[in-house]
């Protein structure tokens, strides 16, 4: 377990024009990834990743050329969840063939699927394959929060390694970091990256990282040290980029602030809707404002 801790990117994949993986750009954004925001490691297919609107086989294809790109130079956790049950094991096998360092699966959602369902799916998915598991929770998206028992539930499993925790809940965090001192929780919103931090996560996986990966390291490192007020200047700095980049549009924006950058990064999936003019123009701004 102890490996896996450090800061992952959400990994973000180009898209051309016509929705197409983009397969150069999407190589150009790993090397980026472990070259300038020195990653720890990359978190492969998750919702940066606009995983929910491919098809199995374009999953599968953004696994293979993250590994190919990034060899065994940082870890890789491959997002494998879906309300497809058998897609998610078909995926699991497939990104365990490859060699990822471990899985993750978002909880199943869209239904109202109960804690007897989501256990089912989680066993399901990491008895099929050798590897490791890492609960995705993003209860603003899926709609499903889990309790600290039912985490405990699930931990019983050894397979079942850590949690990828997209969350506010700061008082259901203190009590799992307590209650489960030997899983890994990765925070998820990198915008309460440093109260996180303080309260002792073991990494990160986030979007804004993708261009911000400097500076989320310094907050998480600084936190970690103990020098709560210099990570907080950091973390002013890096939430004035999250505002405007959240006010311009999430994934759009980081990808055009790539674009400024050099690198590949492409167009989003749609439905997610092409950056106009006016969204590149705020999103050069921002370039030169936080990253020259
Ligand atoms: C993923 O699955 O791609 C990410 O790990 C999700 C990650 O938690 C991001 N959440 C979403 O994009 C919904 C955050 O990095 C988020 O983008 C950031 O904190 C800005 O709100």
């Given at each position: 377990g102890t490996r896996m801790k450090g800061i992952y990117s959400a990994l973000l994949v180009s898209f051309d024009k016509d929705g197409n993986i983009n397969e150069k750009g999407l190589r150009q954004i790993v090397r980026h990834n472990i070259e300038v925001n020195k990653v720890d490691g990359l978190y492969v297919g998750g919702s940066t990743g606009e995983n929910f609107m491919l098809s199995t086989d374009e999953k599968k294809r953004i696994f293979e050329i993250a590994k190919d790109e990034a060899k065994d130079e940082v870890k890789l956790i491959a997002q494998v969840g879906s309300v497809n049950?058998?897609?998610?094991?078909?995926?699991?096998?497939?990104?365990?063939?490859?060699?990822?360092?471990?899985?993750?699966?978002?909880?199943?959602f869209y239904y109202k699927f109960d804690f007897a369902e989501i256990k089912h799916y989680y066993e399901t998915i990491i008895n099929s394959v050798n590897?490791?598991?890492?609960?995705?929770?993003?209860?603003?998206?899926?709609?499903?929060n889990m309790s600290l028992d039912?985490?405990?539930?699930?931990?019983?499993?050894?397979?079942?390694?850590?949690?990828?925790?997209?969350?506010?809940?700061?008082?259901?965090?203190?009590?799992?970091?307590?209650?489960?001192?030997?899983?890994?929780?990765?925070?998820?919103?990198?915008?309460?990256?440093?109260?996180?931090?303080?309260?002792?996560?073991?990494?990160?996986?986030?979007?804004?990282?993708?261009?911000?990966?400097?500076?989320?390291?310094?907050?998480?490192?600084?936190?970690?040290?103990?020098?709560?007020?210099?990570?907080?200047e950091i973390q002013h700095v890096t939430n004035d980029l999250i505002t405007d980049i959240l006010g311009n549009g999430l994934y759009q924006t980081i990808k055009a602030i790539l674009e400024d950058q050099g690198v590949e990064a492409g167009y989003c999936r749609k439905p997610m809707k092409e950056a106009t003019p006016e969204m590149i123009v705020k999103a050069k701004e921002m370039n030169k404002k936080y990253f020259q």
């Amino acid at each position: 377990g102890t490996r896996m801790k450090g800061i992952y990117s959400a990994l973000l994949v180009s898209f051309d024009k016509d929705g197409n993986i983009n397969e150069k750009g999407l190589r150009q954004i790993v090397r980026h990834n472990i070259e300038v925001n020195k990653v720890d490691g990359l978190y492969v297919g998750g919702s940066t990743g606009e995983n929910f609107m491919l098809s199995t086989d374009e999953k599968k294809r953004i696994f293979e050329i993250a590994k190919d790109e990034a060899k065994d130079e940082v870890k890789l956790i491959a997002q494998v969840g879906s309300v497809n049950l058998k897609e998610a094991v078909e995926l699991a096998k497939f990104a365990t063939d490859l060699g990822y360092d471990a899985l993750s699966a978002v909880t199943p959602f869209y239904y109202k699927f109960d804690f007897a369902e989501i256990k089912h799916y989680y066993e399901t998915i990491i008895n099929s394959v050798n590897n490791k598991m890492i609960i995705y929770s993003i209860p603003f998206l899926t709609g499903v929060n889990m309790s600290l028992d039912q985490f405990g539930e699930l931990f019983e499993n050894e397979k079942i390694i850590g949690v990828k925790f997209t969350a506010a809940d700061f008082y259901l965090l203190e009590r799992m970091r307590k209650r489960f001192p030997d899983k890994l929780i990765y925070a998820g919103f990198d915008e309460m990256m440093l109260p996180a931090a303080v309260l002792g996560v073991d990494g990160a996986i986030g979007s804004t990282f993708n261009v911000n990966g400097v500076r989320a390291r310094q907050i998480f490192e600084l936190a970690q040290e103990g020098k709560v007020s210099e990570a907080l200047e950091i973390q002013h700095v890096t939430n004035d980029l999250i505002t405007d980049i959240l006010g311009n549009g999430l994934y759009q924006t980081i990808k055009a602030i790539l674009e400024d950058q050099g690198v590949e990064a492409g167009y989003c999936r749609k439905p997610m809707k092409e950056a106009t003019p006016e969204m590149i123009v705020k999103a050069k701004e921002m370039n030169k404002k936080y990253f020259q």
